[in-house]
């Protein structure tokens, strides 16, 4: 790459952060649901209406929207593309395949697809499931190519994105080289379409150094629970500068879609710019709301709000024995929008399952409907929403913990969720996760005393295995807000010490 193609590199940053605010061009009409957020085989390969090319990201966490140049690629495709992200984080050329990623995006019938890989293919001293030889690797890279060819697909391999590892020369020292040139090798061997990312990062990084480099980046905590740079994922800015660059160098490989290329590049959405101004330092406003679990008295509020920075105004407005529809009746929904909150996270069901007619949702059809209401009304104020499955209960039947009544409405809040293209936190999966681990004593260690929902939620039992005691606020307190930071990643400098195994 010349010297006046690094030095627009190397401005795309600026250009980022300086352009006003404008909506992303891949915006979908509110009918349209992408197959990348919910699968469904029947109707995974009907596209966005108006769209003329149907383009999937395979790959890893370096490809996706939330910690990769997902979003950023498509933002920079004019609405004319379907561009749907399948990308999935820790995913190898192995493990794709294995946890059926690979039908699933055969299944969109896309016209072209980019597939990266090689982060998690490498082979470290770990020696852990996912990661596979040279020799494996690259048969798998051919393996996915025959098989697009044979699904009517042009695939176009992607070398992996570099790390930014800088050496004391202040230059990238890549550890992912030899699997660079082994999809390389494919490309030539099968004369594949081929973005050189791994090239082509470095020596942009190489031209604007370290400092700028970290700019682009998540954060993670090292060991002791300090903050320090991702030295692999992207934040908002980093996926438009990557992502402006995978869009282009496709324009180059496949001429043919050049013209599907914005002219210029795209500017960060208000999202984007509110996520940057976050993790740079800027004050953060988060609204609890739900019910009694998530609640100052019994709930897992208290604990999460603990774990956060002083940067953060945390806000718990969840209250006792609401469901969604008596939250929106009573005027508590209401409330919370006034605090004009940046993220609200939103979880209940324990209530919109009683039978009485002032609380009951049906999980498929009243409870899902006021759900995306939450949604809607959250980003008119110019919040992010943030969906959470119900906590589980800590009830035991034949030695595990029983839940399938709440089951239902984890379900619809996830496809909610995804279909909404909204953060999902699926704290039923986690907590029932963690009470498997336990017997009913070890569970019991979590219950509160004297709630005023007690009887209520557990009739005639003496135990309160529903709401949460100091210590209870606190484990699931913590297992939210590690999630959230995961997820929501901007906010990772905001969490407390070293998030749960």
């Keep these: 790459m010349n010297r006046s193609r690094r030095m627009l590199w190397a401005a795309s940053l600026a250009f980022l952060l300086a352009?006003?605010?404008?909506?992303?061009?891949?915006?979908?009409?509110?009918?349209?649901?992408?197959?990348?957020?919910?699968?469904?085989?029947?109707?995974?390969?009907?596209?966005?209406?108006?769209?003329?090319?149907?383009?999937?990201?395979i790959g890893d966490s370096t490809q996706t929207e939330?910690?990769?140049?997902?979003?950023?690629?498509?933002?920079?495709?004019?609405?004319?593309?379907?561009?749907?992200?399948?990308?999935?984080?820790?995913?190898?050329?192995?493990?794709?395949?294995?946890?059926?990623?690979?039908?699933?995006?055969?299944?969109?019938?896309?016209?072209?697809?980019?597939?990266?890989?090689?982060?998690?293919?490498?082979?470290?001293?770990?020696?852990?499931?996912?990661?596979?030889?040279?020799?494996n690797y690259i048969a798998n890279l051919k393996r996915f190519v025959s098989e697009a060819r044979a699904a009517g697909i042009t695939p176009v391999l992607v070398t992996p994105l570099t790390r930014r590892y800088f050496g004391l020369d202040g230059k990238i020292h890549s550890d992912l080289t030899a699997y660079s040139d082994a999809m390389k090798g494919v490309a030539k061997e099968m004369h594949v379409p081929l973005i050189d990312?791994?090239?082509?990062?470095?020596?942009?990084?190489?031209?604007?150094?370290?400092?700028?480099?970290?700019?682009?980046?998540?954060?993670?905590?090292?060991?002791?629970?300090?903050?320090?740079?991702?030295?692999?994922?992207?934040?908002?800015?980093?996926?438009?500068?990557?992502?402006?660059?995978?869009?282009?160098?496709?324009?180059?490989?496949?001429?043919?879609?050049?013209?599907y290329v914005l002219p210029k590049p795209a500017p960060l959405p208000p999202q984007g710019e509110k996520a940057m101004r976050i993790l740079e330092g800027a004050p953060v406003k988060i609204v609890l709301v739900g019910d009694s679990t998530v609640?100052?008295?019994?709930?897992?509020?208290?604990?999460?709000?603990?774990?956060?920075?002083?940067?953060?105004?945390?806000?718990?407005?969840?209250?006792?024995?609401?469901?969604?529809?008596?939250?929106?009746?009573?005027?508590?929904?209401?409330?919370?929008?006034?605090?004009?909150?940046?993220?609200?996270?939103?979880?209940?069901?324990?209530?919109?399952?009683?039978?009485?007619?002032?609380?009951?949702t049906d999980p498929e059809t009243t409870y899902a409907a006021n759900l995306r209401r939450f949604i809607h009304d959250v980003r008119v104020v110019g919040g992010v929403p943030v969906i959470l499955s119900p906590l589980a209960r800590r009830t035991f039947h034949h030695g595990k913990p029983w839940n399938a009544d709440l089951q239902l409405y984890a379900n619809a809040a996830r496809r909610v969720a995804e279909q909404e293209h909204v953060t999902f936190i699926d704290l039923l999966a986690q907590s029932d996760r963690l009470l498997n681990t336990m017997n009913q004593g070890q569970a019991d260690s979590f219950d509160?005393?004297?709630?005023?929902?007690?009887?209520?939620?557990?009739?005639?039992?003496?135990?309160?295995?529903t709401h949460l005691n100091a210590t209870g606020k606190k484990v699931f307190g913590r297992m939210v807000a590690d999630d959230l930071a995961r997820q929501q990643v901007e906010l990772g400098p905001d969490v407390i010490g070293v998030p749960r195994a």
């Design 19 to 57: 352009l006003p605010s404008c909506m992303l061009a891949q915006d979908a009409p509110p009918h349209w649901i992408s197959p990348a957020h919910w699968f469904n085989p029947q109707t995974a390969a009907i596209r966005k209406p108006g769209t003329s090319v149907r383009i999937d990201l």
């Design 66 to 135: 939330n910690a990769g140049y997902g979003r950023g690629f498509c933002a920079n495709l004019t609405a004319q593309i379907d561009c749907l992200d399948m990308a999935k984080g820790g995913a190898s050329t192995r493990t794709y395949r294995q946890q059926g990623l690979w039908a699933r995006a055969l299944a969109t019938k896309p016209d072209y697809m980019l597939i990266q890989f090689g982060h998690n293919d490498e082979v470290t001293s770990e020696h852990l499931p996912r990661q596979v030889p040279l020799p």
């Design 197 to 259: 990312l791994q090239q082509e990062s470095i020596a942009y990084l190489d031209e604007v150094g370290e400092t700028a480099g970290d700019k682009l980046s998540i954060t993670k905590k090292d060991a002791t629970g300090r903050t320090i740079y991702d030295k692999t994922h992207l934040n908002w800015a980093g996926s438009y500068i990557f992502g402006r660059m995978v869009a282009t160098g496709l324009g180059k490989a496949v001429p043919a879609l050049e013209k």
């Design 295 to 360: 609640a100052t008295e019994g709930g897992w509020g208290p604990g999460f709000c603990a774990d956060l920075t002083s940067n953060v105004t945390c806000i718990d407005d969840a209250r006792n024995g609401r469901s969604t529809k008596s939250y929106i009746d009573e005027g508590l929904w209401k409330k919370a929008l006034a605090e004009k909150g940046d993220y609200y996270l939103i979880q209940f069901g324990h209530n919109d399952e009683k039978a009485d007619p002032a609380r009951h």
């Design 448 to 465: 509160a005393e004297h709630h005023p929902d007690k009887k209520a939620e557990n009739g005639k039992s003496r135990f309160d295995r």
